[in-house]
Nanobody, 125 residues
Framework: QVQVVESGGGTVQAGGSLRLSCTSP????????MGWLRQAPGKDGEGVAC???????WYIDSVKGRFTISRDNAKNTVDLQMNSLKPEETAIYYC???????????????????RGQGTQVTVSS
């Protein structure tokens, strides 16, 4: 399995932007589908965005047009650019990997995948 490390979280005012980054020290994730998940206190985890090995991307409806997921296999990074953030998007955000071809059309939406430790995103009103 690929171990991932997230960075880039923080506190931002509503309407602001943050860029999260995920990397895998020592092992390439070029052959893995990659997802960003989030979990708010007292709520189930949910998928936010997913990108396949070939670079195709998926988003949940609530973030379409505001969030962008991207991957750079040469640099071994997957980023999530988040714009126009809302207070209800306060959560711990996790990077997740999965070696199956169907990850982005399957378990990602319900929060599946092998997660990192997460990074806190707080959006103040």
């Amino acid at each position: 399995q690929v171990q991932v490390v997230e960075s880039g979280g923080g506190t931002v005012q509503a309407g602001g932007s943050l860029r999260l980054s995920c990397t895998s020290p020592g092992k390439s994730f070029a052959g893995y589908s990659m997802g960003w998940l989030r979990q708010a206190p007292g709520k189930d985890g949910e998928g936010v965005a997913c990108i396949s090995v070939r670079g195709n991307s998926w988003y949940i409806d609530s973030v379409k047009g505001r969030f962008t997921i991207s991957r750079d296999n040469a640099k071994n990074t997957v980023d999530l650019q988040m714009n126009s953030l809302k207070p209800e998007e306060t959560a711990i955000y996790y990077c997740a990997t999965d070696s199956t071809m169907s990850y982005c059309t399957g378990s990602w939406r319900s929060g599946g995948g092998n997660r990192g430790q997460g990074t806190q995103v707080t959006v103040s009103s």
